[in-house]
């Protein structure tokens, strides 16, 4: 292999590269040969390997937690969604801040992981994978048939509904919950449909309960925003009779606030995320400690909640160090497991 | 890649060892890690950095956790070592010990 092999099949290995960072990467590559007199591959390793310690050096690990891209300390995402980023970012307990980088586009979004642990419904390291294989499979089940639920409801109403509904309804509202804006009643099938959609997301065959929990908590929140603007449009139509016109309702005292149904079902749809994942955690919680057997009463001379545990009971030095075996809870006589 | 980043990669990865040494004198749960951490003012860590690492630790197999009855509250998760774990912290304490005689042969100031 020449320079030239060696260099090609470096370059090919760095296409992750920035064209700037794999330039200079090449050039230096080619100084290093000119010095070396060739390509040693004893000095240098086979062209991948070096590739290999030339992207270690020059690309920064991937944090599923962090976006791509933060301009002026923006976060902004433009990478298709993944699992477990959809996991990071929507439901980590073991991050505690509460705001992550939304999956998709800019800015932020609720880690309702932060959310659970800071309403003490979890601690940070509950959720691992021996709690999540634990889920009961009814939870599993019911969880995902949350979304389905509330979006089939609220398709249900609007059906019901449809023959009523006059041809122009509201699609927008002032800051007071006030239409400000009319269209097509097809729109309010479109209102549905984004409550639809993800619930039929939910129900796809994805590996893990912890990925099949969160969309199934993303999809049931967006149900209940879907299903709340519905019924803050249908409320509109009913309450002002027969469809008043665009324009009308700008000046009209009487035209109610059903808008406000929209924000105020926010906290709602939260709570319905919270509960869609955070409910059957903690069912296969429990299961792993009736199984380890904590769930019961056992240690129950433990000590306080001052940080006080098994690790108190002499961890600096008074201990023998040389002692085998060791016990690491001289309180507890043996291993549950 | 700023400085700060590069701190606290150099962290991380002394953190991990830090972990598995203290686990090493007795099981202890996760808020206590971070507590006893933060008694050496150079290893303070957040529970946002520790328990991530613990996760990471259980998953390779260097920890064992068990769930104990907790005064307050529900039952915590308890972590302590397992052999791979006092295996690891054994490879890991003399490539420390070379490795930090090393830097500071090479960090000391020369008179």
């Known amino acids: 292999m020449n320079d030239d092999d060696f260099i090609a099949r470096v370059r090919a290995q760095l296409t992750g590269l920035s064209s700037a960072d794999r330039q200079r990467a090449l050039d230096d590559l080619a100084d290093a040969l000119v010095e070396l007199g060739g390509p040693d591959q004893a000095v240098l390793g086979a062209p991948e390997e070096y590739a290999r310690a030339v992207r270690d050096a020059l690309t920064e690990p991937d944090d599923p937690a962090r976006a791509r891209w933060t301009p002026l300390g923006l976060p902004v995402e433009v990478r298709v969604p993944d699992d477990a980023r959809l996991l990071a970012r929507s439901f980590d307990p073991r991050n505690p801040a509460l705001l992550s980088p939304r999956l998709f586009g800019g800015g932020w979004a609720v880690n309702w992981g932060a959310v659970a642990v800071r309403l003490h419904l979890l601690r940070p390291d509950d959720v691992d994978e021996e709690v999540l294989a634990a889920v009961p499979r009814t939870a599993m089940i019911a969880a995902r048939a949350v979304p389905l639920a509330v979006s089939a409801a609220a398709l249900g109403v609007l059906a019901a509904r449809w023959r009523s509904v006059p041809d122009r309804v509201p699609t927008g509202w002032s800051v007071g919950g006030r239409p400000n804006a009319w269209g097509g009643r097809g729109s309010l099938v479109a209102t549905a449909v984004v409550g639809v959609v993800p619930a039929l997301w939910a129900q796809l065959p994805v590996p893990g309960n912890g990925e099949r929990l969160v969309r199934s908590g993303r999809a049931a929140s967006a149900a209940v925003l879907s299903a709340a603007s519905l019924a803050a449009t249908l409320a509109a139509v009913r309450d002002a009779g027969p469809g008043p016109m665009p324009g009308t309702g700008a000046h009209g005292t009487q035209v109610p606030r059903t808008g406000l149904l929209v924000p105020a079902s926010l906290p709602l749809a939260g709570a319905t995320m919270l509960a869609v994942v955070v409910l059957p955690v903690r069912a296969g919680l429990r299961a792993v400690w009736r199984a380890r057997g904590a769930a019961g009463d056992a240690g129950s001379q433990r000590a306080d909640a001052q940080g006080r545990g098994p690790h108190d009971d002499g961890p600096d030095g008074a201990r023998s160090r040389s002692t085998e075996p060791r016990s690491n809870d001289p309180r507890q006589g043996g291993d549950p497991r | ?111």
Request: glycine residues 10%; aromatic residues 6%.
């Open chain 2, 1 to 111: 890649m700023g400085r700060d980043d590069r701190v606290a990669q150099l962290r991380k990865g002394v953190l991990e060892l830090a972990i598995l040494a203290i686990l090493d004198r007795g099981e202890a749960y996760g808020v206590q890690l971070v507590e006893l951490l933060g008694r050496h003012p150079g290893l303070a860590a957040t529970a946002g950095t520790v328990y991530p690492l613990l996760a990471r630790l259980d998953k390779a197999g260097a920890v064992h956790t068990r769930w104990l009855e907790s005064p307050s509250g529900p039952p915590r998760k308890y972590y302590r070592l397992s052999a791979d774990g006092r295996a690891s912290l054994r490879a890991s304490t003399a490539s420390w010990r070379e490795l930090s005689r090393a830097m500071n042969e090479l960090l000391e100031v020369q008179p």
